[in-house]
């Protein structure tokens, strides 16, 4: 299957080896969009892709963009939606239902999501979803066998509306406990800092699914302290509380379950090992690489006919 795979090239998370990790499992024509690029995406399409070429299509571009140019992303053949952001479809922030409105008018469009009930709920929409966890950067990100001098803490972003529910909880956290709440640059700072963390503490309250950062966490050793996003999301992730993760529905349970792992190392010890060891073997961007690449295979569904205006400016270039 030869597929191109257009990405961002200006995002701060760093998805090298995740791209890698699909190339590995296909003829893949990896190609990285500036963000005026993604602006105008006929004049990318006229100026250097010819679509015969390839099986598969996939856009991993900002949302934004592209709910702006769905007249022609319509014209797109084979194309497959690789979606990281769903959630927000489902919570109260500015996108809400807005993904469902996209799909809509690209009804024939294949969307792989990163929450398996975000998935559930666009298939029962009527769309073609199919879910892909999100994953980790095996090669940025491991254990290091450091001292774990920062016994509870949270590294990350706190600031954006999606975030609020994630920063009102880290903020009743640490009236109780002694937390400690940071950001770091990407790559060697962020795994030492990962490293020096005994508990890390998730809060991706209402969001409908884990995100990046409970894999990570995992993939360097911590105990992962996190949101509970309910039964069938850990069952699809393999999520065992107080066996590889610890779940948590607010601030009195996370703290019950965090003075048991304080009276009990051994658990905590355990419950980490064996969560690093589903993260390594479960979502390293290679295992979720050839996830994605599995998602590509089924045949997609027709392509609704292109109206007049469409075929007309298909055929001119505009």
């Known amino acids: ?12 998370a760093i998805l090298d080896r995740l791209y890698e990790g699909v190339a590995s499992h296909c003829e893949c024509d990896v190609r990285w969009l500036s963000s005026d690029e993604q602006r105008n995406l006929r004049g990318y399409f006229r100026r250097e892709v010819d679509v015969t070429r390839y099986d598969r299509i996939i856009f991993f571009l900002r949302f934004k963009q592209e709910i ?3 007249g022609f992303i319509r014209t797109v053949p084979n194309l497959v939606i690789l979606e990281h952001d769903a959630y927000q ?10 993904f469902s409105a996209h799909y809509r008018r690209l009804s024939w469009v294949r969307v792989i999501s990163s929450g398996h009930m975000v998935t559930e709920r666009l298939r029962e929409e009527g769309f073609d ?16 066998g450091r001292e774990r001098d920062i016994e509870l803490a949270f590294v990350g972003s706190t600031n954006s509306v999606a975030y609020s529910g994630r920063k009102a ?12 709440v940071t950001r770091t640059n990407s790559g060697e700072e962020y795994c030492a800092t990962l490293n020096r963390i005994r508990y890390f503490v998730s809060a991706d309250v209402g969001m409908g699914e884990y995100m990046i950062k409970n ?32 779940l948590y529905k607010d601030i009195p349970q996370l703290q019950s379950k965090l003075a048991a792992l304080r009276a009990n190392p051994q658990l905590a010890a355990d419950i980490a090992c064996s969560g690093r060891d589903l993260a390594v073997n479960q979502f390293s961007f290679a295992h979720i690489g050839r996830r994605i690449v599995d998602a590509l295979q089924p045949p997609l569904r027709p392509r609704a006919p292109l109206s007049l205006l469409e075929r007309l400016r298909l055929k001119l270039g505009v």
């Open 1 to 12: 299957m030869k597929v191109l795979f257009l990405v961002q090239k200006e995002q701060r």
């Open 68 to 70: 702006r140019q769905v």
């Open 89 to 98: 479809n489902y919570i109260a922030c500015k996108y809400t239902g807005k």
């Open 129 to 144: 979803a199919v879910f892909v966890p999100k994953g980790y950067d095996q090669a940025l990100l491991q254990e290091q």
């Open 169 to 180: 909880l880290l903020d009743e956290l640490a009236q109780v406990e002694s937390l400690v």
């Open 215 to 246: 894999f990570e966490a995992m993939a360097c050793g911590c105990v992962l302290l996190a949101f509970d996003q309910g039964a069938a999301e850990n069952q699809a992730l393999g999520f065992q509380d107080m066996v590889n993760v610890v």
